[in-house]
């Protein structure tokens, strides 16, 4: 654990006011460079207040967080230079185009303005947005304006990255996208720190995760140590195909995705009791979904 | 880069930032700037005596001169509230956009300040913009006469300075959806018994509202100005109108900072 860029020691924090509100109670946490780490919790459970301490944006009651050996209470400015942030909510300069938005960004980091304006060029590419460079933030998507926030968290090349709930309110299609984004970010060498309350998000994307609720860790350690320490061992994936509209969409993630569920479950049964053992199985509802069932450690079906 | 290298780049990135946003909104800058006192002078200081009308005034160069300074106190305090207060109250209460530059490799004071120096500058622009007009538009030749340029050049920066702390503190108190509110219940009444339109020494008649406006930073301005620019007309001393000033600039901007730090940290 020496090599911990995030260190979080003993962390609480109580908001106050009539009825003080404890967040978080007593969290210890180390993430270590280069990792995709993600703190994965229902709503409340006390992780974006973790977030919000470990980027200066909250002071804890008790403990001890520092990023790249800087003590975030202490020196909350220096802690800064090392972390880029995406919050929940969306945080861009409203009255500057994409284009400005990383260009000042830089700048508030003290880097001239040609570099600023380089690297605002090579994110603007990078991140597939020169057609909309021009454009006032105010008007994007919030896909688009999701995949602003995380180039303008990068663009002073921090060592490590803190991406709270960045799903959040996207359709399935720029989620994944999203996560072409994060996966691509921590092959450059970027530590990342993700809020989520999506499981699948965490088992995607993280190296290694933890388990959060009423403001502690009950558990941490890689998706597969997690799912096998549950018993988890098979996945029902519902993969949509030919979504071709919203109605459709929005169809299978409400009322059809329960039926579709039931169905697979009697496909397994099935299969169980028939004494077959198949590692995957398929089949189609109407046109444009299928479902797969498969084993998520390669066994077949208990 | 030492820390305070970084600091007073990023304190520039900060002001770069502003300035490249208000170059792009010269016009509703202009208009908000020009707008109140050019009617004013129009019509009180032209309008009027062309048609036998007018306020009799006792200094020399008439109402005009009498106004001038006031006017540019005026300009230069409302300029200070639009340029803080307003965009600070949506910045930090509905879009919360604030946060992008809190989180910059600055303490967060400095980023409250920053909004104080930008507003400064906003608020000698509008001076500048709002000279001019109530120079040459009154019927009756405005009499300016600038003997210390020192003490013009210190009365204006602390002055605009004062304004954007007011800007700040009611940005960082002030719910977005109640700003119109507080244009009707603070800046008014701070208008209208800021000494703008008559110098401090004439409410002797009414001594109790006399002292009471003491409390009111726009008094101080509108007075100090008068001492730079129209010493002919009564006004206060210098070196109270700044010491006033720098008061109003110490525990209104203590106010302001703790205001925002509340707002932006949890």
Same mark, same amino acid.
């Given at each position: ?5 995030? /260190? ?34 229902? /709503? ?45 909510? /969306? ?22 303005? +040609? ?52 799903? +959040? ?7 994944? +996208? ?31 995760? +933890? ?75 109407? /046109? ?15 | ?10 304190? =520039? ?9 208000? =170059?792009?909104?010269? !016009? ?25 009308? #007018? %306020?009799?005034?006792?200094?020399? #160069? ?92 210190? !009365? ?7 304004? #954007? ?17 507080? %244009?009707? !219940? ?29 409390? $009111? ?14 010493? $002919? ?21 203590? %106010?302001?900072?703790?205001? %925002? !730090? ?5």
């Amino acid at each position: 654990m020496t090599d911990a860029i995030v /260190n979080i020691q003993k962390l609480a924090k109580t908001y106050p006011g009539k009825v003080p509100v404890e967040a978080v109670k007593g969290i210890d946490l180390a993430v270590q460079r280069g990792e995709l780490f993600g703190l994965l919790g229902p /709503n409340g459970a006390g992780k974006s207040t973790t977030i919000s301490v470990c980027t200066t944006r909250s002071l804890p009651t008790a403990g001890r967080v520092s990023i790249a050996g800087i003590d975030v209470v202490q020196h909350p400015a220096e802690a800064r230079r090392y972390m880029g942030v995406v919050t929940q909510f /969306n945080t861009l300069d409203r009255q500057c185009t994409v284009w400005e938005n990383l260009y000042f960004h830089c700048r508030y980091f003290g880097i001239p303005h +040609a570099e600023s304006a380089q690297r605002a060029d090579d994110l603007i590419e990078l991140f597939k947005l020169t057609e909309k460079s021009k454009t006032f933030v105010k008007t994007l998507s919030g896909g688009l304006a999701q995949r602003v926030q995380i180039a303008r968290a990068i663009a002073h090349n921090p060592e490590v990255l803190f991406l709270d709930e960045p799903s +959040a309110g996207l359709d399935p299609q720029t989620r994944l +996208a999203l996560w072409d984004i994060i996966r691509e970010l921590r092959q450059r060498g970027i530590t990342i720190v993700l809020t989520t309350h999506y499981m699948e998000e965490a088992d995607q994307l993280c190296g290694r995760v +933890a388990i959060i609720d009423h403001g502690k860790i009950l558990v941490s350690g890689t998706p597969e140590e997690l799912k096998s320490s549950v018993g988890a061992q098979r996945v029902f994936q519902l993969q949509l195909q030919n979504a071709s509209s919203d109605g459709h969409r929005r169809r299978e993630r409400g009322d059809r995705t329960g039926g579709l569920y039931r169905r697979a479950r009697r496909l397994v049964a099935g299969d169980r009791r028939r004494g077959r053992r198949q590692p995957q199985r398929h089949f189609r509802k109407r /046109n444009y979904t299928r479902v797969r069932v498969h084993q998520a450690d390669g066994e077949g079906p208990a | 880069m030492t820390n305070y290298t970084l600091y007073w780049r990023s304190f =520039r990135g900060l002001l770069l930032r502003d300035i490249s946003v208000l =170059r792009r909104e010269v !016009i509703p800058f202009l208009i908000r700037t020009v707008m109140n006192p050019l009617m004013f002078v129009f019509v009180f200081t032209y309008l009027f005596p062309k048609m036998g009308q #007018g %306020f009799q005034s006792s200094a020399a #160069g008439g109402f005009g001169t009498l106004i001038l300074p006031g006017l540019l106190a005026v300009g230069i305090f409302i300029q200070g509230i639009m340029a803080t207060a307003l965009p600070l109250s949506m910045e930090i209460g509905a879009t919360r956009e604030i946060h992008d530059r809190v989180m910059s490799p600055l303490p967060v004071t400095w980023v409250a300040i920053e909004k104080v120096v930008f507003s400064a500058v906003q608020s000698m622009l509008a001076a500048l913009v709002i000279f001019p007009l109530v120079y040459f538009i009154p019927a009756t030749p405005v009499e300016v006469h600038v003997s210390n340029w020192v003490a013009l050049i210190a !009365i204006l920066i602390v002055a605009s300075l004062v304004a #954007g702390t007011v800007g700040l503190f009611i940005g960082t108190v002030v719910k977005p959806e109640h700003i119109a509110l507080m %244009f009707g !219940i603070v800046v008014v009444p701070v208008t209208f018994f800021g000494c703008v339109y008559y110098p401090w020494a004439a409410m002797h008649n009414v001594r109790w509202l006399q002292i009471l406006v003491l409390i $009111n930073p726009l008094v101080y301005m509108s007075e100090g100005l008068r001492t730079a620019l129209t010493p $002919n007309v009564p006004h206060m001393p210098a070196w109270v109108s700044v010491f006033a000033l720098l008061i109003g600039l110490g525990v209104l901007g203590t %106010f302001g900072v703790k205001g %925002f !730090i509340r707002r932006v940290l949890t």
